[in-house]
């Protein structure tokens, strides 16, 4: 107990409050949502999830997704700062932790915001709300893992090198796999529009990210 208690008192009272707060809206996304709460937990039937609310007339932005985009963003934000602090690139400091919390914020507006136009200037809503979902499932399960991990990081400095190592190969991969799952999914259409692809890449990878770095760290 007393280990546990130093634990806690050497760790920056903001990150404590972090994740006190991810905590918080953990704990609400399963009472407002009770019932796709409990499916999106089952990792191993996350096809039977999409199969029952990827479909086009249930809302992308449900109770859930809304709680959950303030975790991802909360997420990711602290796990780059982390990350960052340990190569010793900037201090583990709230106001970078707020910077990166409006940069991914502003990143992921701005992407929803050109998709949307492309998506209805091409006739393709259903495709774009199809695989919104499907991006947004897979980052709210990729931020649950984040933050179990994150969580070992803060209260266990002894091995925090080697976790954070683990945790930053594992986004990585985690990353490459939801551009993988989306390919597949769309693997018959790719192949015949293999240009639009390419367009899609970088209309709506490259270009709102070169845009945001643009304006936070050069601006």
């Known amino acids: 107990m007393g280990f546990a208690i130093e634990i806690v008192a050497n760790t920056l009272t903001w990150v404590n409050w972090v994740f006190f707060c991810v905590l ?12 796709q709460f409990s499916y999106f937990i089952r990792v191993f039937e996350f096809d039977k999830y999409l199969g029952i609310y990827s479909r086009s007339n249930s809302p992308i932005f449900n109770k859930l997704n809304c709680c959950f985009f303030g975790i991802r963003q909360a997420i990711f934000s602290i796990f780059v700062v982390i990350l960052c602090s340990h190569f010793k690139l900037i201090s583990t400091s709230p106001k970078f932790f ?3 919390f409006l940069f ?4 992921w507006g701005v992407r929803f915001l050109i998709e949307r136009l492309l998506a209805f200037a091409f006739h393709s809503e259903k495709l774009f709300q199809k695989n919104l979902f499907l991006r947004i499932s897979l980052r709210n399960l990729m931020a649950v893992i984040l933050f179990i991990s994150l969580c070992i990081v803060a209260y266990t400095p002894h091995f ?40 899609y890449l970088c209309a709506f990878e490259i270009i709102p990210l070169l845009i945001l770095i643009k304006v936070f760290i050069e601006g």
Do not use: D, E
């Not at 991914?104 to 990143?107: E, K, N, P, Q, R």
């Open 98 to 100: 707020w910077m990166f």
């Open 160 to 199: 925090k090198t080697s976790i954070l190592y683990i945790i930053t190969l594992l986004y990585c991969l985690l990353q490459m796999g939801i551009l993988g799952v989306f390919i597949y999914t769309n693997r018959s259409l790719i192949k015949s529009h293999y240009l639009y692809f390419i367009l």
């Open 24 to 35: 918080t809206l953990l704990c609400v996304s399963k009472i407002i949502a009770p019932i």
């Open 104 to 107: 991914f914020t502003a990143y």
